[in-house]
């Protein structure tokens, strides 16, 4: 068994195209289990450090407005976790590859993804790439209370009166 969790953002053009539920019922077909889930409005800071390794391409800044959702006046995304036996390597197959011209046609990408006149990819979906990348986009969006298993190590600290877990 090699048991991985990947974080899932549905993008702001897959909540105002309303495919949630599609989404989420192709994500489904993995038997995965959904860990974590909360509707995010994504502050420029988050934005930017979820994808700080794209920070020198020239569409960093469509791509930032993109994920705040100021592209489709959705200004949140929906964040997921799924865990179990290869979850990376099943969500990233469904959702099929970056650029939604090139993604398979049944894959969720190429079912709902587009490219702008403006050049920018509007994929639907965020699966990360790599358990590396996934445990510090995991660490990103989520607190450890939020999360319903234990995925990675954390401790308790105290916040005035009462007792808040945080990564390690
Ligand atoms: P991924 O989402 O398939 O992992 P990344 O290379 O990590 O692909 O890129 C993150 C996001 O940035 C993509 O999902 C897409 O929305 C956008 N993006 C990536 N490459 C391009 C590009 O060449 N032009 C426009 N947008 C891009
Ligand atoms: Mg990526």
Request: glycine residues 6%.
């Amino acid at each position: 068994m090699n048991n991985s969790a990947a974080l899932i953002l549905i993008k702001p053009d897959g909540l105002k195209k309303s495919l949630t539920g599609n989404v989420l019922a192709r994500l489904s077909e993995t038997k995965l289990e959904i860990v974590a889930a909360r509707m995010v409005r994504v502050s420029k800071k988050l934005a930017e450090e979820h994808y700080q390794s794209l920070s020198d391409k020239p569409f960093f800044k469509a791509l930032v407005q993109y994920i705040q959702g100021e592209l489709h006046d959705r200004r949140k995304v929906m964040a997921l976790v799924y865990w179990g036996e290869d979850a990376i390597r099943k969500c990233r197959n469904l959702a099929g590859a970056t650029n939604p011209e090139e993604a398979e046609p049944t894959s969720i990408r190429g079912s709902y993804g587009r490219i702008t006149t403006g050049g920018i990819y509007e994929n639907v979906i965020h699966v990360s790439s790599d358990e590396t990348e996934a445990e510090r986009e995991i660490k990103l969006w989520f607190t450890p209370d939020e999360i319903i298993v234990d995925l990675y190590p954390s401790k308790e600290i105290k916040e005035g009166e009462k007792k808040v877990k945080v990564w390690k």
